[in-house]
Antibody, heavy 120, light 110 residues
Framework: QVTLKESGPVLVKPTETLTLTCTVSGFSLSNARMGVSWIRQPPGKALEWLAHIFSNDEKSYSTSLKSRLTISKDTSKSQVVLTMTNMDPVDTATYYC????????????WGQGTLVTVSS | SYELTQPPSVSVSPGQTARITCSGDALPKQYAYWYQQKPGQAPVLVIYKDSERPSGIPERFSGSSSGTTVTLTISGVQAEDEADYYCQSADSSGTYAKVVFGGGTKLTVL
């Protein structure tokens, strides 16, 4: 079955760079028209899409965070990596990775999420 | 930037019908998706491509589209349906599409 699992630090300091890894199983990152998105959710707030990457290497970023984000994939390891620079306490959130279809850009499977706290 | 607008809250009694709307200028051209999120859990897809229901989702969940508004309807609401619901679509106005979420609607079962 399809699963996604996020991994990375639970605590980062302000100004540091966050690196999160999404390891997928049950599908391949080379599957046509398939990809992975990163979404975050601050405590008590709404979902916010950050970025996605597809099998054809199409990448897209949130307009407001574009300058701070980089998404990449390693198909052989079934991993998608998101880096976010210059972390701030307002970036404290649960970060999810999720499988995304290039047809319609819908999300059908989500990881469990990982809570990242930004604090000195 | 492109936005999807949802009501912050909807309340219904058990057995009644809940309707949650989502408005956006590009919805006539892009599919909408709906997710259910219960406290402490990841979102779950309940409707895709405006009105399709994934396997395992109860038949009481349905979706529809009319112009710039899509609607999630939950017929015969049950206590277990109390959750936050998010609509999602895509902004294809740029070189590459961007995903957009609505602000979420808290469904309260009275």
């Amino acid at each position: 079955q399809v699963t996604l699992k996020e991994s990375g630090p639970v605590l980062v300091k302000p100004t540091e760079t966050l690196t999160l890894t999404c390891t997928v199983s049950g599908f391949s990152l080379s599957n046509a028209r398939m990809g992975v998105s990163w979404i975050r959710q601050p405590p008590g707030k709404a979902l916010e899409w950050l970025a996605h990457i597809f099998s054809n290497d199409e990448k897209s970023y949130s307009t407001s965070l574009k300058s701070r984000l980089t998404i990449s994939k390693d198909t052989s390891k079934s991993q998608v990596v998101l880096t976010m620079t210059n972390m701030d306490p307002v970036d404290t959130a649960t970060y999810y990775c999720a499988r995304t279809t290039q047809s319609g850009y819908g999300i059908d499977y989500w990881g469990q999420g990982t809570l990242v706290t930004v604090s000195s | 930037s492109y936005e999807l607008t949802q009501p912050p809250s909807v309340s219904v009694s058990p057995g009644q019908t809940a309707r949650i709307t989502c408005s956006g200028d590009a919805l006539p051209k892009q599919y909408a998706y709906w997710y259910q999120q219960k406290p402490g859990q990841a979102p779950v897809l309940v409707i895709y491509k405006d009105s399709e229901r994934p396997s395992g989702i109860p038949e009481r969940f349905s979706g529809s589209s009319s112009g710039t508004t899509v609607t999630l309807t939950i017929s015969g609401v049950q206590a277990e349906d109390e959750a936050d619901y998010y609509c999602q679509s895509a902004d294809s106005s740029g070189t590459y599409a961007k995903v957009v979420f609505g602000g979420g609607t808290k469904l309260t079962v009275l």
